[in-house]
């Protein structure tokens, strides 16, 4: 009967020990993902920025830009040109 409780209780501490962490893990792979999705909107800025200056045409390369286009990829390319467009 010992044995039978001891296996259950290893069991259950297995559970909790997978429970916490996932709950550690989340966190870790979101950061992740805004990371790549960061560098891959600053490289598409500077793409952007790279044929536009033949039209005289820039965007600013900042935290908020940078963010926009790494959350949205390239609608968010195009959204900060129809922003920019709009202030010219």
């Not at 550690?24 to 044929?51: A, C, D, E, R, T």
């Not at 286009?69 to 968010?76: D, E």
Request: proline share 3%; with cysteine; net charge positive.
């Amino acid at each position: 009967m010992e044995i039978i409780n001891l296996i259950i209780a290893a069991l259950f501490l297995l559970i909790i020990l997978y429970i916490i962490a996932q709950l550690f893990m989340k966190p870790v792979k979101l950061l992740w993902k805004v990371l790549l999705n960061s560098g891959i909107g600053l490289i598409l800025l500077i793409i952007v920025n790279y044929f536009a200056a033949a039209f005289h045409f820039n965007l600013p390369i900042n935290i908020i830009t940078v963010l926009t286009a790494g959350f949205l990829g390239v609608p968010g390319i195009i959204l900060l040109i129809c922003f920019q467009l709009l202030v010219k």
